[in-house]
């Protein structure tokens, strides 16, 4: 899955149980949309666990779209889903900084079904995946 204005990889770690999710360019509705239902789709495949969002050279995604993610998005992930799903976004710092500074965002239940972090590299996220 890529295009002209950006580069994507999706792959499934089995060892890991985890579906890898390295974006890098710019970041379309569309396309956000698109890379979602990919991966709803390779977890119901592969009934992998967890999964990495690698953001941090990506551009970043306005309001709007953090709104469909943090519902549309989530939903799709966890569609069909008897375990719980564990989401890491590794994210460029002005994210970061956001997240720690701005907590006004959708507040969302999704139960003992969903655990998000994000982090400001993907070692750590991963290493964050591993423990759930």
């Given at each position: 899955m890529?295009?002209?204005?950006?580069?994507?990889?999706?792959e499934y770690r089995p060892s890991q149980h985890?579906?890898?999710v390295r974006w890098v360019g710019t970041c379309t509705r569309q396309r956000l949309r698109e890379v979602?239902?990919?991966?709803a789709a390779l977890l119901t495949r592969t009934e992998a666990s967890r999964v990495l969002?690698?953001?941090?050279?990506?551009?970043?995604i306005d309001p709007e779209d953090a709104r469909w993610v943090a519902t549309e998005g989530y939903a799709s992930l966890?569609?069909?889903?008897?375990?719980?799903?564990?989401?890491?976004?590794?994210?460029?710092?002005q994210v970061l900084a956001n997240f720690a500074a701005n907590s006004s965002?959708?507040?969302?239940?999704f139960g003992s079904l969903l655990?998000?972090?994000?982090?400001?590299?993907?070692?750590?996220?991963?290493?964050?995946?591993?423990?759930?």
């Open positions: 890529s295009s002209a204005t950006d580069q994507l990889t999706i985890l579906v890898a979602y239902e990919g991966v969002f690698d953001t941090r050279e990506r551009a970043v966890l569609a069909d889903r008897a375990t719980a799903l564990s989401l890491a976004y590794a994210v460029p710092m965002g959708p507040s969302l239940d655990r998000v972090r994000v982090f400001a590299e993907p070692n750590g996220a991963i290493a964050w995946l591993l423990t759930q």
